[in-house]
DNA sequence: GCCTTGCCGATTGGATCCAATATGAGGTAA
DNA sequence: TTACCTCATATTGGATCCAATCGGCAAGGC
């Protein structure tokens, strides 16, 4: 699901407008033309219809007949009811992953918590912690579920971004501590803790986030 | 999400093979080929490739590049998980939409459920049922929510076709039974009996599926 | 006998052109 | 002035044609 070199036109379309959404170049509101995409892509319009559904099954676009895709926006009640949802169903993905994950997986969590905790960057960090994450589910044997916390993260993508921008050093020592206990009960394959921690994880940064973007 | 009469073509097209598969009538594993269709419904190619799109969004087909589309088929662990997914989910759903649902739609749901309870058809049984559940979801204010929790019934209809057909007088009782104390929450404006009762009919319904299709 | 290799039909992916629809500017009437 | 109507233009939806890729089958080599 994350670029990849993909073979056919329409992926690779679609692999960059995905890159652009998720690093914010395409801020949400933003109408894309197929034109310009096309153009500036050197396709014709046809793989970039066809790369914009993609990205609307992921959630990363929004289509409307006759009007064309645009990022989508989410108002401050539907991003919180994204994370309950995420609250709900990341920590099903990480107790099926959890009694999976290999040796070398857990060694690349320690890797990864590391540099997140020495990294100052917002951008670094928005990346690295994805990829915790998502490293800490890749075990899960369920595709669906594992596509559906994508498509939470993808759609949330932006607000993890502008309230990170505003992060204090506190709250970067929470999300490292919650972190840490997280890699901790994964790794004496404690299926309750995790799910304890993550569920934590996630609450305490829905509430944050309504507070920030209460409306 | 369900028909309607659509403007453009790819979107009858995508309506047309959406009821189809909900039918049955395009079992799970059978390939689409985009010429039959759309020399069926006498189109061009073009709209039955975004038809496709569209229903790959809903996890009603999959895609596979240069191999074209299938209806997707489960196994039994997948089919559990997606089970777990909507135990966590629809009660999100249920609770965030019983304090906005109207009268209208409580006398809509007994309507529903009496109808269910005479109805001794299996097809009929399916659409009542489906059409009852996402009723009690309607006035959720989230549109990803509704939107995932309709992808998950897609994704398990083929299934709870076949549960359905072996159904037992028994299991039908059982069925009635929930839906009755649910619809009684419900109108109490009871949201924890209602998730109670929800949580407990979808948990159910997974344990006897896994028995049914155990690997 | 079995695996590899190259060919051919079937099917999907892409480009170009045309039709349908929405958006915005400008003008006219109340 | 303001509301509404008309029309031009930009943009998306659809049809047709061509190119690329996959699957099966037969012939040849190990």
Not at 132 to 156: D, G, I
Not at 158 to 183: D, G, W
Request: charged fraction near 25%; hydrophobic fraction near 40%.
């Amino acid at each position: 699901m994350t670029a990849a070199a993909s073979s056919t036109a329409s992926e690779r379309v679609a692999s960059h407008l995905r890159a652009q959404i998720l690093a914010g170049e395409l801020a949400p509101g933003t109408r894309i033309r197929q034109e310009d995409v096309a153009a500036e892509f050197g396709a014709s319009r046809l793989p970039v219809r066809e790369a914009l559904r993609m990205l609307a099954a992921e959630g990363l676009v929004e289509l409307e007949t006759n009007k064309g895709a645009r990022v989508p926006e989410l108002d401050g009640e539907e991003l919180s009811i994204v994370y309950e949802m995420r609250e709900r169903l990341e920590p099903l993905a990480l107790t099926s992953s959890i009694p999976l994950l290999t040796p070398l997986a857990v060694a690349q969590l320690h890797e990864i918590q590391d540099r997140i905790a020495r990294e100052d960057g917002l951008i670094d960090f928005l990346t690295l912690d994805r990829q915790f994450h998502m490293l800490t589910y890749s075990a899960c044997p369920s595709v669906t579920l594992l596509t559906t916390v994508e498509r939470f993260w993808n759609s949330t993508q932006h607000y993890r971004r502008a309230f990170m921008q505003v992060a204090t050093p506190h709250r970067r020592a929470m999300v490292n501590a919650e972190h840490e206990l997280l890699v901790d009960a994964i790794e004496r394959q404690d299926v309750e803790d995790g799910e304890r921690y993550l569920t934590g994880h996630i609450r305490r940064t829905r509430i944050e986030l309504a507070e920030l973007f209460r409306v």
